[in-house]
Each structure stands twice: as C-alpha cells, then as structure tokens.
C-alpha cells in the first residue's frame, strides 16, 4: 500500500504527510512522532475528541464504537501554512 493521499482545494492530490485538522477549532496536529512539536492527543484543546479511543483506530471520521471524532487528514502544504500563521 503506497502512502495515503490528501485531496486538497488548492494543492490538489498530495502524499499525507500524518497532519490532521480538527474540524471543530481548525486546530492543527499531528500524529507522526510524540517528539515532535503539537502531536495529536486525544481530546482537542477545544473540548472535542480528536482521535478514536485506541482500539478504534483506522476508522477516522466514520464514528465507530467511539463516536464521533474531530480529526480530518490535512494537506502537508495546508499544515506548513497553518503552523507558520499560528508562529507569527
Ligand atoms: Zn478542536
Ligand atoms: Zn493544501
């Protein structure tokens, strides 16, 4: 399986590159390493559940057992230019 693709309005089908966006505070993480800066818990800080419970993962944005969940993949291009915004 090759990697997963992002359909983005303006960047078109890109490679995900791991960055998620909560639909609910347009918060943005990521869930490629813990060391790295703003990696995805599993509460937002906006009150939301942002990832499935473990056990229910693989099934994001459907709502499983867990209900809903917030997260929805990001384009790596959209990430970079929402992580530049919120540093200035
Ligand atoms: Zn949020
Ligand atoms: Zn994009």
Redesign the pocket.
Known sequence: MGKMLVKCDPHGRVPWNDDII?V??S?VWQCRSEAEPRYAPEM???G?R?LPPPGERGRRGKGGKGGEF?ARLLCPKCAEAARKAAAS
């Open positions: 909560c609910g505070c918060a937002c800080t906006c939301r942002l917030s």
